[in-house]
């Protein structure tokens, strides 16, 4: 197997690596990078992988990753691994996790939950199933799967 590197190393910022092949245009999505924001990203798409045959991996120069925007990536890429870079050296590893409960990130797709009027709450969801992704709204049982939930990202 060719050792040539497809995507270059970065200086100083984020590395989402593992993510499911072809979903890293919604980790940009996710983290509204649009390529106005004077970031250098580097995306390499269906890279070859011995854990998952092909995967994502996306490189952000100079940004950090917020709790809420990880928790968006752990709902489309749960085997997904952050990597933070300082001179070009991993300073820190960790992978995403799907919380028990999800709150606040997507809205239940019963447009008659509670959660869609303008009540003061925040829609909340049970993990169902992690493989394959089925959230439960508390309030009306609905229950999502990962279609719904990537289309309401």
């Avoid at 995967?55 to 709902?75: C, F, G, N, T, Y």
């Amino acid at each position: 197997m060719d050792k040539t590197l497809l995507i270059s190393k970065i200086r100083d910022g984020t590395v989402i690596d593992h993510v499911k092949a072809g979903m890293s245009l919604k980790v940009l999505s996710i983290l509204n990078i649009t390529g106005k924001e004077h970031l250098t990203v580097s995306v390499g798409m269906y890279v070859p992988s011995k854990r998952l045959g092909f995967k994502d991996v996306v490189k952000i120069e100079q940004r950090s990753l917020e709790r809420p925007e990880l928790d968006r990536i752990a709902l489309i890429a749960p085997d997904a691994s952050i990597s933070i870079i300082r001179d070009y050296e991993v300073v820190e590893k960790f992978s995403v996790s799907l919380e028990d409960r999800v709150v606040g990130i997507i809205k239940c797709s019963n447009l008659n939950c509670i959660s869609n009027t303008k009540e003061p709450i925040k829609p909340e969801f049970f993990v169902k199933s992690r493989k394959p992704l089925v959230l439960e709204c508390i309030y009306c049982d609905r229950e999502m799967f990962e279609s719904e939930v990537l289309s309401s990202l």
